[in-house]
Nanobody, 126 residues
Framework: QVQLVESGGGLVQPGGSLRLSCAAS????????MGWFRQAPGKEREFVAA????????YYAGSVKGRFTISRDNAENMVYLQMDSLKPEDTAVYYC???????????????????WGQGTQVIVSS
């Protein structure tokens, strides 16, 4: 069982930055692919970024590539999402997810994650 707790959301102006954090419980964190997803009002939840288990390879949705950076600290059981150059369309609830040895090729798909956090709200507005 893995519990995930997100933090770091809030209100930010367009062009600003936020850093989301996700704290994970458990002793096998390094064996989980960690992902960030988001759900905007009235829309389906979508993939944002992932860090693969093993080599920590990273993957991004096209809409955030070059602006967002996912990183992980396996010693501290933490995963982060650094969000720069934020746009109003980035407004959403952001969720952290963990998938047991989820392969990189399927890391963008929600059903391949076993555990989810409660989410943290990000609002980008002037």
């Amino acid at each position: 069982q893995v519990q995930l707790v997100e933090s770091g959301g809030g209100l930010v102006q367009p062009g600003g930055s936020l850093r989301l954090s996700c704290a994970a419980s458990g002793r096998t964190f390094s064996s989980y692919t960690m992902g960030w997803f988001r759900q905007a009002p009235g829309k389906e939840r979508e993939f944002v970024a992932a860090s693969s288990w093993g080599d920590s390879s990273t993957y991004y949705a096209g809409s955030v590539k070059g602006r967002f950076t996912i990183s992980r600290d396996n010693a501290e059981n933490m995963v982060y999402l650094q969000m720069d150059s934020l746009k109003p369309e980035d407004t959403a609830v952001y969720y952290c997810a963990a998938g047991w040895k989820t392969l990189a090729a399927i890391a963008t798909t929600q059903r391949n994650y076993n555990y989810w956090g409660q989410g943290t709200q990000v609002i980008v507005s002037s």
